[in-house]
């Protein structure tokens, strides 16, 4: 059985950090949903087609061109159409594209299988907004971070500046607030904790810190 490590919570949680940290400790695969979300928003404009329409993106939702790759020295890259777009896909811009897509319950439903396939043995850890909730219900360990708004936008602030990106702490404060708000109102899988999840506040923690605790449930339930 392949053993599966659901993480959701809003941006800037730590899901991306903790996850793929986790995901290398652990020797298992590692899916970014995010990142499926953010290609589909970006391919969208590159063919020109209506991030507001849907059958046009659903199709594209289930033939897009992407690839995911980890270097020789842990990065992870991410392809579209055989071009590397690691950078691209982390902006601002292609965040709000995501998370106007997401909204969608026909695209979601494309991207399921796409989402499923990841899960491979020995095991997966799988970050996102549905990961406990729709992907993978089985999942036999799901985490929900959470952090104040504050300290998520502050997060953020910093990936982007370190992505060559500059935005007002203060307007960034306000476009991740209305991105939850539009990914916790939504009716097609939205976010919210699973029921039997796990959930921490990482607001005063460090990525190894919440990765450590993380592992200890891991152990605890038998999965590593
Ligand atoms: O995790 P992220 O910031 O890369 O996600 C970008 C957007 O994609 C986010 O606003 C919501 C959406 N998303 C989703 O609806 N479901 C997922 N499993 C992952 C992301």
Redesign the pocket.
């Known amino acids: 059985m392949v053993k599966i490590i659901a993480i959701?919570g809003p941006?800037g949680a730590g899901?991306?950090a903790v996850g793929s940290m986790l995901a290398k400790n652990l020797g298992f695969h590692y899916l970014?949903?995010?990142?499926?979300?953010?290609l589909l928003g970006l391919v969208a404009v590159r063919h020109k087609i209506d991030t507001g329409g849907n059958h046009n993106l659903t199709r594209l939702a289930e033939n897009m061109d992407i690839g995911f790759e980890v270097r020789a020295d842990g990065d992870n890259r991410v392809l579209l159409e055989g071009e590397d777009v690691t950078r691209e896909l982390r902006t601002e811009k292609t965040?709000a594209l995501?998370?106007q897509?997401?909204?969608s319950s026909q695209i979601?439903e494309a991207l399921l299988l796409r989402?499923r396939r990841f899960a491979k043995a020995p095991g997966l850890v799988a970050?996102?907004?549905?990961?406990g909730t729709v992907?993978f219900p089985d999942a036999p360990l799901k985490v929900y971070l959470t952090a104040s708004i504050e300290e998520r936008a502050r997060r953020r602030h910093k990936q982007l500046l370190e992505n060559g990106e500059s935005v007002s702490l203060r307007a960034l404060e306000e476009q991740v607030r209305s991105?939850d708000e539009?990914?916790m109102s939504?009716e097609a899988?939205p976010?919210v904790a699973a029921a039997d999840a796990v959930e921490l506040d990482t607001s005063e923690l460090s990525v190894h810190e919440v990765v450590d605790t993380v592992q200890n449930i891991a152990i605890l339930r038998g999965l590593m």
């Open positions: 959701d941006s899901k991306g970014d949903s995010g990142a499926l979300y953010r965040a995501a998370s897509v997401a909204t979601r989402q970050d996102g907004r549905d990961m992907v991105r539009r990914d939504r899988s976010l």
